[in-house]
């Protein structure tokens, strides 16, 4: 069955933000996925295909556009999608002795789903919090930082009971006057461009 089917309003409305042109309504892509992620969770073959007529592409390129953004789904999530940024800073700082608590703490791999449908888990691309690696996101909510094997546990706690625990850091990450990234408690983490100095022989 059709999602926008009967969402026309809706598609004229997103229409209406791009130019009226081939190039316009591929504009458009970008936010129907969204819409569909949001509404459903992940986005099937068949959504693909639906969004790709709406947009005058093809799924094929659909799918070319989604695959490289890790906030887009192709298979159902977790109640709480935990997202592990796996890039060398976080995982100089212990990314993988994180994830690997966390697939065999729950038992699942990416692509799969707690049998509760509670959790599911996957690496994801810098998430620009290298200050406070480890750390991890929990759906579209802001970072855990500072996330080892107890808080990691406190967490998964937390989520058990239903609940969600606050995030230490809203989504944009903080950066102070100084461009420096700060703790929601204010501390500053990390270095600081006026703590950067000149290289020998450098220019100013």
Request: hydrophobic residues 35%.
């Amino acid at each position: 069955m059709s999602y926008f089917a009967d969402k026309q309003s809706l598609v004229a409305e997103i229409m209406r933000r791009y130019p009226d042109s081939p190039q316009g309504r591929r504009s458009a892509l970008m936010p129907l996925l969204r819409e569909v992620q949001n509404a459903e969770g992940f986005i099937s073959e068949a959504r693909m295909a639906e969004i790709g007529a709406l947009c005058g592409t093809t799924a094929t390129e659909v799918r070319s556009v989604l695959s490289f953004y890790s906030t887009y789904h192709t298979v159902p999530t977790g109640r709480h999608h935990l997202q592990v940024c796996s890039t060398l800073m976080c995982a100089l700082a212990g990314s993988d002795e994180l994830w690997d608590h966390l697939v065999s703490e729950l038992d699942v791999q990416p692509g799969e789903v707690t049998p509760d449908g509670a959790f599911s888990v996957q690496k994801v691309e810098c998430l620009g919090s290298c200050g406070t690696a480890p750390m991890m996101q929990v759906n579209d909510l802001g970072y855990y930082e500072n996330v080892a094997r107890a808080k990691c546990d406190r967490l998964l706690a937390s989520m058990r009971r239903g609940e969600t625990p606050t995030p230490d850091n809203p989504v944009p990450v903080t950066v102070n006057a100084e461009g420096c990234q700060v703790l929601a408690s204010g501390d500053a983490v990390g270095a600081s461009i006026t703590g950067l100095a000149k290289l020998p022989g450098g220019r100013a």
